[in-house]
């Protein structure tokens, strides 16, 4: 069983950066199989994908606000994934979720992975 823990999460004012981070665990997991995402869920709106990480060749994708303004990065030593964003808005507040899955490519839909986190809150004020 794949056990996922997000952390980093918190308020911060328009412009500044933060960096989640998201912590795999299990008996004999390891990062190394898994493809990785990072998504996100407004209050009222649909869960989407901000970047993924494929399990493959660590090849890395990005989809609306992930584009430009955010970097995933994987360290398998440590089964840990990051996610560093930056120039937060007020449009970017919502609860950002880690997942996983042991596929080849790109990620693009929460369907594709199999195990989630609980999420972390990140909160940007004007």
């Known amino acids: 069983q794949v056990l996922l823990v997000e952390s980093g999460g918190g308020l911060v004012q328009a412009g500044e950066s933060l960096r989640l981070s998201c912590a795999l665990s299990g008996r004999g997991e390891m990062l190394s199989v898994y493809t990785m995402g990072w998504f996100r869920q407004a209050p009222g709106k649909e869960r989407t994908l901000v970047a993924s990480?494929?399990?493959?060749?660590?090849?890395?994708h990005y989809a609306g606000f992930g584009r430009g303004r955010c970097t995933i990065s994987r360290d398998n030593a440590k089964n840990t994934v990051y996610l560093q964003m930056n120039n937060l808005q007020p449009d970017d507040t919502a609860v950002y979720y880690c997942?996983?899955?042991?596929?080849?490519?790109?990620?693009?839909?929460?369907?594709?992975?199999?195990?989630w986190g609980q999420g972390t809150q990140v909160t940007v004020s004007s």
């Open positions: 990480s494929s399990r493959s060749n660590g090849a890395t």
């Open positions: 997942a996983a899955g042991p596929f080849l490519g790109a990620g693009w839909a929460a369907s594709d992975y199999s195990f």
